[in-house]
Nanobody
Framework: QVQLVESGGGLVQAGGSLRLSCAAS????????MGWFRQAPGKEREFVAT????????SYADSVKGRFTISRDNAKNTVYLQMNSLKPEDTAVYFC???????????????????WGQGTQVTVSS
């Protein structure tokens, strides 16, 4: 089992940047694929980005492609989400997630992730 703790959220003006971090407990972090999701008020939780175990495979939602970058440091048991050119519509609670199943295609569905953090609020003002 793995526990996930997000940090780095906050209030930023449109066009600004934030870097979210997600620290994972346990010694088997490199055996999990990792993802970021977000949930805006009144909306369903949606996929943002995912990364494979080694960090060589990536996938992004169209809405963040070219602006957000997911990365991981297996030595630090941490996954990051660098968010640039932020827009007011990026305002949401951001969650990191981990999964362990063997999959051919990088997962993008909530149901494909086994463990979730508590979330960190990102607010982008216009």
């Amino acid at each position: 089992q793995v526990q996930l703790v997000e940090s780095g959220g906050g209030l930023v003006q449109a066009g600004g940047s934030l870097r979210l971090s997600c620290a994972a407990s346990g010694r088997t972090f490199s055996s999990y694929y990792m993802g970021w999701f977000r949930q805006a008020p009144g909306k369903e939780r949606e996929f943002v980005a995912t990364m494979g175990r080694s960090g060589n495979s990536l996938s992004y939602a169209d809405s963040v492609k070219g602006r957000f970058t997911i990365s991981r440091d297996n030595a630090k048991n941490t996954v990051y989400l660098q968010m640039n050119s932020l827009k007011p519509e990026d305002t949401a609670v951001y969650f990191c997630a981990a999964g362990s199943a063997l999959r051919v295609v990088l997962p993008r569905l909530l149901s494909e992730f086994d463990y979730w953090g508590q979330g960190t609020q990102v607010t982008v003002s216009s």
